[in-house]
């Protein structure tokens, strides 16, 4: 599944770097800053994001949404093995981006901050709070009104968003982390490529 998507990945990058011949709206392909081109995904998709950023020097910053940074051990009981960015590092502005209530939080720390080591004031870490791994999604707006609805508990939705006051106020504190986060990328200027 994450090879799949570091493929998808790589072809959306190869096109936008052609993105004259895309059927884009008028003007769009000129204004494209492909110098400020940064990623970001969640999860399976944060992961598959961070090993492209790692992999591919056209991405300049990348922001990974509670994503491991190891492939799931082969075997019960086996060890975890690093992605490539993992056991290298990075040299490259990443923001590690987690809820508070991620319930395999041990297994997630453990990657970050191997990552985190050997990527010296490159990466950041946050936690958003009151939040659960699948509010980086259209669930923290779609699992209050369900619950509101009352088709699911109070239990159900903690455990798919966290205890989330309003999707609203997550979504304005996500912004605010990601927003503030690539300011500060570009404000260091274009990374250099080779």
């Given at each position: 599944?994450?090879?799949?998507?570091?493929?998808?990945?790589?072809?959306?990058?190869?096109?936008?770097?052609?993105?004259?011949?895309?059927?884009?709206?008028?003007?769009?392909?000129?204004?494209?800053?492909?110098?400020?081109?940064?990623?970001?995904?969640?999860?399976?998709?944060?992961?598959?994001?961070?090993?492209?950023?790692?992999?591919?020097?056209?991405?300049?910053?990348?922001?990974?949404?509670?994503?491991?940074?190891?492939?799931?051990?082969?075997?019960?009981?086996?060890?975890?093995?690093?992605?490539?960015?993992?056991?290298?590092?990075?040299?490259?502005?990443?923001?590690?981006?987690?809820?508070?209530?991620?319930?395999?939080?041990?297994?997630?720390?453990?990657?970050?901050?191997?990552?985190?080591?050997?990527?010296?004031?490159?990466?950041?870490r946050a936690r958003v709070p009151a939040a659960g791994h699948w509010a980086f999604t259209n669930y923290a707006a779609m699992v209050p009104r369900l619950q509101h609805a009352g088709l699911l508990t109070p239990a159900h939705r903690d455990a798919l968003i966290g205890p989330l006051p309003a999707a609203?106020?997550?979504?304005?504190?996500?912004?605010?982390?990601?927003?503030?986060?690539?300011?500060?990328?570009?404000?260091?200027?274009?990374?250099?490529?080779?």
């Amino acid at each position: 599944m994450i090879d799949a998507r570091i493929a998808d990945l790589r072809f959306v990058l190869d096109r936008l770097h052609r993105a004259a011949e895309l059927p884009l709206p008028p003007g769009l392909a000129a204004v494209l800053d492909l110098d400020r081109l940064a990623v970001y995904g969640h999860s399976a998709g944060a992961s598959a994001v961070t090993e492209v950023f790692h992999e591919d020097r056209r991405v300049r910053a990348a922001v990974n949404l509670e994503g491991y940074l190891d492939h799931p051990p082969a075997a019960p009981g086996a060890t975890p093995e690093p992605l490539r960015i993992t056991a290298q590092g990075t040299d490259r502005p990443l923001l590690l981006l987690g809820s508070e209530f991620f319930p395999h939080r041990d297994e997630l720390d453990r990657s970050w901050s191997a990552l985190a080591a050997r990527s010296p004031g490159t990466v950041r870490r946050a936690r958003v709070p009151a939040a659960g791994h699948w509010a980086f999604t259209n669930y923290a707006a779609m699992v209050p009104r369900l619950q509101h609805a009352g088709l699911l508990t109070p239990a159900h939705r903690d455990a798919l968003i966290g205890p989330l006051p309003a999707a609203e106020g997550f979504v304005r504190t996500l912004a605010r982390h990601v927003g503030t986060f690539l300011t500060a990328s570009w404000s260091t200027g274009p990374a250099q490529t080779g």
